[in-house]
């Protein structure tokens, strides 16, 4: 539904984004622009235009055309925002970096490489991997997520309770700041003391502080061994205490997956995979050069999944065998799509993170509210790092749904807040997740917006999002279902 | 919170619940040709679903171009090979297209047409492996819901009188220019691959590399919507152009998606490669492969076999 709540479509001099990006590199028509206005969140609104830069220059004369004329610019890399961030809440301009694609320099003595924002994930791993490297951060959306899409999120995934997330990862970059001015942030080197570190502050920016045009990166060793492990738990709370335990006894997984009785179930429903039902199992990986240290790892995991009542443990260094122990994982979002046809899997409230000692008891507490609410809900997640992944599995076209959801979610995210959790662990805020953001972060808004207010003062940098954005995301854009009363 | 004018969609209507089960992940972006060739997300996979449903529920208006979003497809299905939620794209595009066919707006997208030259010889009608070809009111014509822009049409029609206008870099020209540029910027340049799109590209999506990582490269995947599509003078070309081989991937035998495109092609070959032999050329310098759908390790170990191989035998004197 296309309702932007009477926000009048300020006029876009075409001739001049023509001038500026060519016209092959300008759109303008409905067609075009309605796709532009989705990403995979649930929230849908109609920019202006799409413009697509293939130099630092032209963003240059963009913002200050924009910044001049006080038309919101929301810079877009894949698309495959969760929460709403590249929808054009206000209109505006979408400002597409998916052509400043290139991989600038791969330094392997200096252990950096440069790239533009364009850059897909998984493009530069396969880039590095000649070398013998990879770049960790990497999101289960890697195959079309970017770089500079990754920056603005601080992007993590499965690997990241070893490797970190992205904010980790980047040494430096450069950026283009709202009015057109070029800054260059952050440095080429492994560690930094020199001021504000600002690099770091663009990295979780959501595109509202400024647009990175090049990044660099560090990247780490494709380690030589990987071992994978599971176990399964006929209570929640013992995979919850296993998680606690492991985290905290020095052992360093590579990946530690928590996946829940209804995750379970809505793969051997619609897969016919046979898995056993149990209330939670529990996936856990060690990488490195050396096989005794790989194996000192898993065996201490192992251990520790068996002292908490864990069962059925199988571990495997064979990449078959490893992908046959993942395979439940990895189906799960087809299995989740096919589960029911007249429920959806929607992305709300679906990265908090807690505390380890939570895990389990927040998956208890997800199940509790999303039955109360009359919805299906699944958690799963990177527990290694204290993420917790949902779906609400709903009927998207009841008007009804949509407000049992929301009620669920308003009811997680309390308890999230209560146990010194955090709204988001990897997805950001964007629209969705504003309403538990602004209450987490109540006492810091304003010093939130005073930042804002100082780099992008005439607010046209993907105005409208995290602390700006309307409490109740419901009806913040149109959302992309047809709801029928 | 209502649609309107949804009646008008009577087909695509049965898709409206697939509409809402896919989830808009995007993953279905990675190696759709439209999008590889255009670098626009609008014209992505992800954005037909999107359009689709726009059309549906009345918020966007049936319009030639956005239409042409729909018709602009190669029916190739790697979109659905890599779906992460079990969705059917081009059965809703089919549906979304009867409709759009019912309103008046027929594409053509990427759909063949038929020039005034037609000699009416009916090769491509009998060749169509989709029968979408027909001898109409105003002779031969194309059922666009029916074609999947295989192009055996217009590598068969003898007149020159089929073609599919939007090609989105596929066409028999692009590829000679595309193929020509490489094998002329690279020293180390030996091989041209034209793959099939069902097998699969073990290359970047759409990230470009640094000069010191790609100026060694030996051999460029082309990619072609069917290998029945290929025919001799794009697969001379290369030879004209100083390579030193031409490999071709097609789809196993009975697995082809255009019925014979790969036996087609294997055919015309073999052809060649007798003429290749009576010019003193090793007919091994032409080979064809078959890699079914998706499988690029096998795609990947038969080119390092075939760059071997023309290795051993070096450059044509
Ligand atoms: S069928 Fe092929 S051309 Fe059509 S949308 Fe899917 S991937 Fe793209
Ligand atoms: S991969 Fe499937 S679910 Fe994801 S956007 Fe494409 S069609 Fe939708
Ligand atoms: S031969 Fe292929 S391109 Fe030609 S009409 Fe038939 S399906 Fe379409």
């Known amino acids: 539904m296309i309702h932007q709540k009477g926000i009048p479509m300020k006029s876009v001099d075409e001739s001049k984004l023509r001038e500026i990006f060519g016209d092959n590199n300008v759109k303008t028509d409905p067609s075009d622009l309605y796709a532009f206005g989705s990403d995979s969140s649930v929230h849908h609104a109609m920019p202006w235009a799409v413009v697509r830069p293939d130099t630092t220059g032209q963003v240059q004369k963009l913002m200050a055309y924009a910044n001049d004329a006080l038309i919101p610019v929301i810079p877009r890399g894949g698309g495959s925002g969760m929460c709403g961030q590249t929808v054009p809440i206000h209109g505006g301009i979408i400002l597409d970096m998916k052509r400043m694609n290139r991989i600038l320099e791969i330094n392997l003595p200096d252990v950096y490489c440069r790239v533009e924002p364009g850059v897909v994930d998984d493009d530069l791993n396969l880039a590095l991997k000649p070398h013998g490297m990879f770049y960790p951060p990497t999101p289960a959306s890697s195959r079309i997520a970017t770089i500079g899409g990754e920056i603005a999120n601080n992007a993590s995934g499965v690997r990241s309770v070893k490797y970190g997330a992205t904010r980790d990862a980047v040494l430096g970059m450069k950026v283009v700041m709202p009015n057109g001015d070029l800054v260059t942030l952050g440095a080429h080197t492994r560690v930094e003391a020199s001021g504000y570190q600002l690099h770091k502050l663009m990295v979780g920016s959501e595109g509202t502080l400024g647009i990175v045009v090049e990044a660099t990166l560090n990247f780490v060793p494709i380690p030589e061994y990987r071992c994978m492990g599971i176990a399964n738990f006929d209570h929640l709370s013992h995979a919850g205490g296993a998680i606690g335990a492991i985290m905290a006894s020095g052992a360093i997984p590579s990946m530690l997956e928590l996946v829940d009785s209804v995750a379970i179930k809505a793969v051997n429903k619609t897969m016919n995979l046979g898995l056993k039902e149990v209330a939670a199992s529990l996936i856990f990986e060690a990488d490195g050069m050396v096989k005794e240290a790989v194996d000192y790892e898993i065996n201490k995991m192992k251990e520790i999944c068996t002292k908490h009542h864990g069962s059925d443990i199988k571990t495997s260094y064979d990449p078959k065998e490893r992908a046959k122990i993942f395979m439940g994982r990895k189906k799960l979002f087809p299995a989740l799509s096919k589960y029911d046809d007249s429920l959806s899997s929607t992305s709300l409230a679906d990265d908090m993170a807690v505390p380890y000692s939570k895990m389990a008891e927040m998956a208890g507490k997800i199940h509790e509210v999303a039955k109360k609410n009359n919805i299906i809900m699944t958690a799963y997640g990177h527990c290694g790092s204290g993420c917790m992944h949902t779906k609400i599995l709903m009927d998207t076209n009841r008007e009804d749904q949509w407000a049992s959801a929301k009620k669920a979610i308003t009811e997680i995210y309390e308890y999230v807040r209560s146990v010194n959790g955090t709204t988001s662990a990897e997805h950001g805020i964007g629209l969705s997740k504003a309403e538990s953001f602004k209450v987490e972060k109540a006492d810091s808004l304003k010093l939130l917006q005073t930042i804002k207010q100082a780099l992008d003062p005439n607010n046209i940098l993907n105005p409208g999002k995290l602390m700006q954005a309307p409490e109740d995301w419901v009806t913040a854009t149109g959302l992309r279902y047809a709801v029928h009363n | ?317």
């Open chain 2, 1 to 317: 919170m209502e649609t309107k004018e949804k009646t008008r969609f009577k087909h695509l209507e049965k898709w409206e619940s697939t509409l809402s089960a896919c989830i808009r992940c995007g993953y279905c972006f990675e190696h759709c040709p439209m999008f590889k060739y255009t670098g626009w997300e609008s014209d992505a996979p992800r954005a037909k679903i999107i359009t689709a449903f726009g059309l549906l529920s009345g918020e966007l208006e049936p319009t030639k171009m956005a239409a042409d979003k729909i018709f602009n497809c190669f029916y190739c299905k790697r979109c659905e090979a890599a779906c992460s939620s079990g969705v059917t794209l081009t059965e809703v595009f089919t549906d979304a297209k009867k409709d759009l066919v019912e309103m008046g707006l027929k594409g053509p997208g990427t759909t063949s047409v038929t020039y005034m030259n037609c000699a009416r010889c009916l090769v491509c009608v009998k060749a169509c492996p989709h029968e979408a070809r027909f001898h109409g009111e105003d002779g031969i014509e194309t059922d666009p819901v029916k074609c999947q822009a295989c192009g055996i049409c217009v590598e068969v029609c003898p007149a020159g009188a089929a073609k599919i206008e939007n090609n989105f870099g596929t066409g028999r020209e692009d590829l000679i220019t595309e193929s020509s540029r490489f094998l002329s910027t690279h020293t180390s340049a030996k091989a041209i691959v034209f793959a099939c799109n069902w097998s699969y590209f073990p290359d970047l999506q759409a990230s470009r590399l640094p000069e010191s990582e790609t100026h060694d490269k030996d051999y460029e995947i082309y990619v072609n919507m069917c290998a029945g599509r290929l025919e001799s003078q794009l697969l001379m070309a290369p030879f004209l152009n100083k390579a030193w081989g031409v490999l071709v991937a097609a789809c196993p035998e009975d697995e082809c998606q255009h019925k014979n495109g790969n036996t087609r092609a294997k055919k015309m070959i073999q052809g060649m490669q007798s003429t290749l032999e009576r010019v003193n050329i090793d007919p091994a310098r032409l080979q064809v492969v078959e890699i079914p759908a998706g499988d690029k390790t096998l795609f990947q170990a038969e080119i390092d076999t075939f760059i071997d191989r023309l290795n051993s035998m070096g450059p044509i004197r």
